[in-house]
C-alpha cells in the first residue's frame, strides 16, 4: 500500500510542478547555463532511471551536473560525461550510534554513503565519479534522528574564468 501512495504523490506532483514553473528531470536534462548542463534520474529503487537518456543534448566540453537521489545509481555513471552527482536517500544512516555506525541505511552499499563528499577511485567501493550525498530534510520508516541532523546544502557553481 505504502508504494501505491508513493506512486500516487508522484504523479500529482509530476503533474503539478511544471504548472508552477518547476522542472521534473527524470531521465532528461537542461541547459541551466551556456556552461552548465543539469541532468537527472529518478529514484534508483522506484523507476527505470536510464543517465544515459538524461544526457541526451549535452555538449562535450562543457560542464555537467547530475541529480540521482540515490547514490547507489553512481556505478551507472562510468564512463559517462559527467563531473559531479548529488544525492540524497540515505539521511545520513538516520539514526548513527557512535562506534557501532547506521545500524541500517537504505542503501546496497551499507553505510559506505551515508553523507558528504566522495572521490573516484580511492579504494574498494569507492564511486566512479565525483559525488555529494547530502543527509536530507526528511526521514524514512521512523519518524527519527539520531547524530544524523538534517541539512540543507547550498552550493553555488561558478563559470571557469
Avoid: C
Avoid at 537542461?30 to 529518478?42: I, K, Q
Avoid at 539521511?91 to 573516484?120: F, R
Amino acid at each position: 500500500m505504502a508504494g501505491l501512495a508513493a506512486h500516487l504523490v508522484k504523479r500529482y506532483l509530476n503533474q503539478q510542478l511544471p504548472r508552477y514553473g518547476v522542472e521534473v528531470l527524470s531521465n532528461r536534462g537542461v541547459w541551466v547555463r551556456d556552461d552548465l548542463f543539469l541532468s537527472g534520474v529518478d529514484d534508483y529503487w522506484a523507476e527505470k532511471a536510464d543517465p544515459s537518456k538524461s544526457l541526451w543534448g549535452y555538449r562535450r566540453g562543457k560542464a555537467s551536473l547530475a541529480l540521482a537521489h540515490n547514490p547507489d545509481f553512481w556505478d551507472f555513471y562510468q564512463g559517462l560525461p559527467v563531473g559531479l552527482v548529488l544525492s540524497g536517500h540515505t539521511h545520513g544512516g538516520q539514526v548513527y550510534l557512535p562506534g557501532l555506525g547506521a545500524p541500517w541505511t537504505p542503501s546496497y552499499y551499507g553505510q559506505s554513503y551515508l553523507g558528504g563528499w566522495y572521490q573516484p577511485g580511492y579504494g574498494p567501493g569507492s564511486p566512479p565519479v565525483q559525488g555529494f550525498v547530502s543527509r536530507g530534510l526528511g526521514m524514512t520508516v521512523l519518524p527519527l534522528r539520531i547524530n544524523a541532523p538534517a541539512e540543507l546544502v547550498v552550493f553555488d557553481f561558478l563559470p571557469e574564468r
